[in-house]
């Protein structure tokens, strides 16, 4: 039950940062305002538990989010196995339909989680963003490992999982 993930911002915090969901009540957020019809969009899908709409700026046309319905989360670091579930099931079923729906050759699915990953809606949402081969859209670019640093980083995460 945590409303308050998002960064703390003191007494001045304005509408604008209300409306994104932090750092207070989830119900002022702007993908919850969607849920209840209290904001236009263009839903095109919706089961008991999620939402599929598309995205108002999309990276592409057809660039869609799908989001927990009934979430008091922000993001994938407190949302609940459930409901991570249904948003993955929804996502399956929707990026088929939009990848025949537009003719597309691919779909990229992905999510923001916390502000410096660019998380701006702090309701959970993952992005489905349709791909056409030669669309030259170019999402991260690839790096590398120095010498002992991939079983490193890879130790570290382990080790973290086991606890
Ligand atoms: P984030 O950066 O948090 O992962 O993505 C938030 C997404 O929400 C952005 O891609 C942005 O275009 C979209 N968005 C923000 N406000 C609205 C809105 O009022 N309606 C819709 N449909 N999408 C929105």
């Not at 039950?1 to 960064?7: D, E, S, V």
């Not at 409306?19 to 702007?30: K, R």
């Not at 309701?123 to 790096?143: C, E, M, N, Q």
Request: hydrophobic content about 40%; aromatic content about 8%.
């Amino acid at each position: 039950m945590n409303k308050f993930a998002g960064p703390k911002v003191g007494p001045l915090a304005n509408s604008f940062q209300l409306s994104l969901c932090y750092p207070f009540h989830m119900n002022d957020c702007i993908f919850c305002k969607i849920v209840r019809g209290e904001i236009s969009s263009y839903k095109v899908y919706e089961t008991d538990e999620t939402l599929a709409f598309l995205d108002i700026n999309p990276v592409a046309k057809g660039h869609l989010l799908v989001i927990p319905k009934g979430s008091d989360s922000s993001n994938i670091f407190d949302i609940s196995a459930h409901e991570w579930s249904a948003v993955m099931e929804t996502v399956r079923v929707v990026s088929t339909a939009l990848e025949k729906a537009l003719g597309a050759d691919g779909v990229n699915i992905m999510m923001n989680n916390r502000e410096h990953a660019g998380q701006i809606i702090f309701h959970p949402h993952v992005h489905l963003i349709p791909r056409f081969k030669g669309d030259g859209l170019k999402l991260w670019p690839h790096g590398s490992y120095k010498e002992g640093e991939a079983a490193e980083v890879a130790e570290a995460i382990l080790e973290t999982l086991k606890k």
